[in-house]
């Protein structure tokens, strides 16, 4: 029969001493990643390498520190990087539904807007002493003197060709009227009509000759008119080119070498020659009502604004973005509208960049799985990645919803690292059913939740708290404090050869404690400061785990820490409610008569079993074939259950334990309900490790504790589960003085031996066990079975039809 654990291997306790201080105040702050050395090899790689495809994928559970970390080491690593370009829309004077964009470099995005909006304002100003300077007026003046002295003399001309003939000429709003003249007194139409017909057809006959001349005339005069305007038009633009070309110019010096800028203040200063009116202040006169405030906006010198999208002039190396809520429209930006008389319109001034845009040039992490829980951005985004262009688009326009035509803004180039930061779950879920991804996170990171228990992790332990008091202006810990962390983290790693990662979950045990240091008005945080924030902690949590520990000690759930029972185990299992994992016992019990089924999971029978669970209960049939049925077959009917259970059970952990009912049921050996069991087996009854194991052993203890303290009480755990032990100081303390006891057991041979205080027995040379043994019993049991049950042929007949 094996032996129980000694008290010291129930914990691995931490010196003070090993920490090497006296308080964290004395401490180096933390610098670098502590324990993801995996993870931080895979981010250098990822980083470093710039051919297509290779962003990256962190993979790990939430609490690790993981976008804390890859934020740092990102920040750190764009320090040394170049800034990227300013980037801007403008307006495209030759389509104005497709907004230009414009690089420059850093700074002069802004730069460039005000210079604009400067030019502007300069420009209307030029324009306006221009236009109202003497010498314009002159200028204008001589030309339309010059010109209209033309049309007056082929007026007279014309004038005076039409007298010889007998006409005069009246100038009216409808045109020139070709009047008869007798004895120099006009003609009226009553006066005309009223001549004789001879005359009447004489005056049309010389008047159909003159019209001919007089057509030729207006033709001319209409040229001279078209003459006088193309002149004006023509000085206009001359004096404007003079009023803005040096403006013009000395843009195109300040900015030479950028051959989009000098197209684009070419297509300005055009669009300014054809709207001449508009930087005169002749504009046409907006109506007055019903809407007066809304006219009395200027729209239409704003399509010579710049939309400054990405301003990096405050940068002091590549752009670090973190994009928490991944929509279309925060990562790929959006294109604004405006209401104007009951309309929505919209013009390159309303497009706003999106997280693609501040991170180009650069760096940007993105939470997978907020990501995907976000409609077309996930799509989007591989076809960014794909196009290497961050293309600003209407998802309604796309999906057919919108009918009103929208601007389509050109594409903006991207060179970005993509980082996404996930579950393993998800990464293995993407790299399985998306074809595209392994192409686009050729990188993955690993972050792992443990690392090794050694004198360094735990320096760094102290130093990572010593980052976080300083930072966060928490009360600083005492090395026995340190100590205690250091112990919870072997905890929370469920292993004493490891420390948790979980740094968030750590941090928030240091928080607490410095606030209970501060109730007491200690200078430091102590390890009674730790002790307490874990207790407080559970405290505030487990209401549940109390109300079914009182439910046990009123027998409402029933549950035997005392005296002896055949067929019937006391089993461990954990309940997890998200902050808290706890461990309950439960009523294991079988009924074994003849037939032929074999083990029947009653909780599989009531679709209340899970897979594992079902697999764990199928390999007790092959231990029971591997260890008896050399000789004969196995003739019996077991059903095994969990009593009083109501909810799905899964898992293998029970294996053992529901093994253990059968052998006591077979051989008549009774059980000590004194004793609670957890571990799976498999068929060759070698007992495996299973998890949780400190929630087990404190569960029972608990029980125990609340129904009648014997003594005599204890747990069967897995020997490989003995690594994993971190139990509460108070179980220590129990199993120091002897009431409480804990067995590591390799075998079932070796459990059911501390269950029934009687000897397994092992097999003879002849294939039969020691006589009166657990097996001997066993083995006779079955054998009788097989006889018994052939008194029954037609049963037999029956189940081989």
Same mark, same amino acid.
């Given at each position: 029969?094996?032996?129980? #654990?000694?008290?010291?291997?129930?914990?691995?306790?931490?010196?003070?001493?090993?920490?090497?201080?006296?308080?964290?105040?004395?401490?180096?702050?933390?610098?670098?990643?502590?324990?993801?050395?995996?993870?931080?090899?895979? #981010?250098?790689?990822?980083?470093?390498?710039?051919?297509?495809?290779?962003?990256?994928?962190?993979?790990?559970f939430p609490g690790t520190g993981r976008t804390t970390v890859v934020k740092d080491f990102l920040e750190e690593k764009a320090k040394g990087e170049p800034i990227p370009h300013d980037w801007c829309y403008v307006n495209n004077f030759h389509d104005p539904y497709q907004p230009k964009g414009l690089k420059l470099p850093s700074g002069k995005g802004k730069e460039f807007r005000e210079d604009m909006k400067n030019f502007v304002e300069n420009a209307r100003r030029a324009t306006l002493r221009a236009f109202e300077s003497e010498d314009y007026a002159k200028k204008r003046e001589e030309t339309i003197k010059s010109i209209k002295e033309e049309g007056s003399r082929l007026m007279i001309e014309l004038n005076v060709k039409a007298q010889r003939e007998g006409f005069f000429l009246q100038s009216t709003p409808m045109g020139l009227f070709v009047i008869p003249i007798i004895k120099d007194k006009p003609l009226s139409e009553q006066e005309f009509m009223a001549l004789s017909p001879q005359l009447r057809e004489e005056i049309q006959k010389r008047r159909e000759g003159l019209d001919a001349e007089l057509r030729n005339a207006m033709r001319q005069h209409r040229e001279i008119d078209k003459k006088l305007n193309e002149e004006i038009q023509k000085l206009d633009r001359e004096v404007i080119l003079y009023a803005i070309g040096q403006l013009v110019a000395d843009l195109k010096t300040k900015y030479k070498g950028f051959l989009e800028i000098a197209t684009y203040l070419e297509d300005i200063q055009d669009d300014i020659l054809k709207n001449i009116a508009l930087f005169r202040g002749e504009q046409e006169a907006?109506?007055?009502?019903?809407?007066? #405030?809304?006219?009395?906006?200027?729209?239409s010198f704003r399509k010579y604004e710049v939309n400054l999208i990405v301003d990096n002039s405050s940068l002091n190396g590549a752009p670090v973005i973190i994009e928490l809520n991944p929509t279309h429209q925060n990562l790929f930006g959006r294109i604004e509208k405006e209401a104007r008389f009951g309309a929505l319109t919209t013009d390159f001034t309303m497009i706003k960049s999106g997280s693609l845009h501040k991170a180009n040039g650069g760096y940007l992490v993105i939470p997978i799985e907020d990501l995907l829980q976000n409609p077309f951005s996930y799509d989007s985004l591989k076809r960014s990645i794909k196009n290497e262009q961050i293309a600003i688009e209407e998802i309604g326009e796309r999906m057919g919803f919108v009918a009103v035509k929208s601007l389509k803004p050109e594409p903006i180039p991207l060179k970005v690292k993509i980082v996404l930061i996930g579950s393993p779950i998800l990464y293995q879920y993407l790299y399985s059913l998306d074809m595209e991804f392994n192409e686009l996170f050729k990188v993955k990171a690993d972050f792992d939740?443990?690392?090794?228990?050694?004198?360094?992790?735990?320096?760094?332990?102290?130093?990572?708290?010593?980052?976080?008091? %300083?930072?966060?202006?928490?009360?600083? #810990?005492?090395?026995?404090?340190?100590a205690k962390i250091v112990e919870h983290g072997s905890r929370l790693a469920e292993d004493q050869k490891k420390l948790s990662t979980r740094f968030a979950e750590i941090a928030n045990i240091i928080r607490e404690a410095s606030f209970y240091a501060s109730q007491e008005g200690s200078r430091?945080?102590?390890?009674?400061?730790?002790?307490?924030?874990?207790?407080?902690?559970?405290?505030?949590?487990?209401?549940?785990?109390?109300?079914?520990?009182?439910m046990i000690e009123r027998n409402i759930l029933l549950i035997s820490t005392t005296g002896e029972a055949v067929g019937q185990v006391n089993s461990l299992s954990v309940i997890s409610l998200g902050d808290l994992t706890f461990g309950v016992p439960s009523r294991v019990t079988v009924s074994i008569g003849l037939g032929r089924e074999g083990i029947v999971d009653i909780q599989r029978e009531a679709q209340l079993g899970g897979r594992i669970h079902t697999k764990g209960v199928m390999i007790l049939g092959g231990y029971l074939a591997e260890k008896y049925a050399h000789d004969k077959p196995l003739t019996l009917s077991a059903r095994l259950v969990f009593e009083q259970s109501y909810d799905i059970v899964e898992g293998d952990s029970a294996s053992s334990t529901e093994l253990y009912a059968i052998l006591s049921s077979l051989s008549g050996f009774p059980?000590?309900?004194?004793?609670?069991?957890?571990?799976?087996?498999?068929?060759?009854?070698?007992?495996?490790?299973?998890?949780?194991?400190?929630?087990?052993?404190?569960?029972?203890?608990?029980?125990?504790?609340?129904?009648?303290?014997?003594? %005599?009480?204890?747990?069967?755990?897995?020997?490989?589960?003995?690594?994993?032990?971190?139990?509460?100081?108070?179980?220590?303390?129990?199993?120091?003085?002897?009431?409480f006891h804990i067995y590591p057991v390799r075998t079932i041979d070796q459990g059911i031996e501390i269950l029934t205080g009687a000897k397994a027995g092992s097999r003879r040379m002849d294939g039969t066990f020691e006589k009166g043994s657990i097996n001997d019993r066993v083995d006779m049991s079955l054998k009788n079975m097989v006889d018994r049950l052939k008194e029954f042929p037609e049963f037999l007949v029956g189940k081989g039809k």
């Open positions: 029969m094996p032996s129980e #654990l000694s008290f010291e291997r129930l914990r691995l306790e931490c010196d003070p001493a090993s920490v090497r201080c006296e308080t964290t105040e004395d401490m180096t702050p933390l610098t670098g990643i502590v324990g993801q050395k995996r993870a931080v090899r895979a #981010l250098k790689f990822g980083l470093e390498i710039k051919d297509r495809g290779f962003n990256i994928y962190v993979s790990g907006r109506p007055s009502a019903p809407f007066p #405030l809304q006219w009395a906006e200027e729209p939740t443990t690392m090794d228990r050694t004198e360094e992790n735990m320096q760094s332990y102290a130093s990572f708290i010593c980052t976080l008091c %300083q930072k966060e202006g928490l009360k600083h #810990l005492e090395s026995s404090a340190v430091y945080v102590t390890a009674n400061h730790v002790k307490k924030t874990i207790e407080e902690k559970i405290y505030r949590s487990n209401l549940i785990q109390e109300k079914i520990r009182d059980i000590k309900q004194s004793i609670a069991v957890t571990g799976s087996v498999n068929q060759k009854g070698e007992v495996q490790a299973i998890g949780g194991v400190n929630e087990k052993i404190e569960g029972f203890f608990e029980v125990c504790k609340a129904k009648v303290f014997t003594g %005599q009480q204890g747990v069967i755990i897995p020997e490989s589960n003995v690594q994993n032990l971190m139990l509460k100081e108070e179980i220590i303390e129990a199993v120091k003085g002897g009431s």
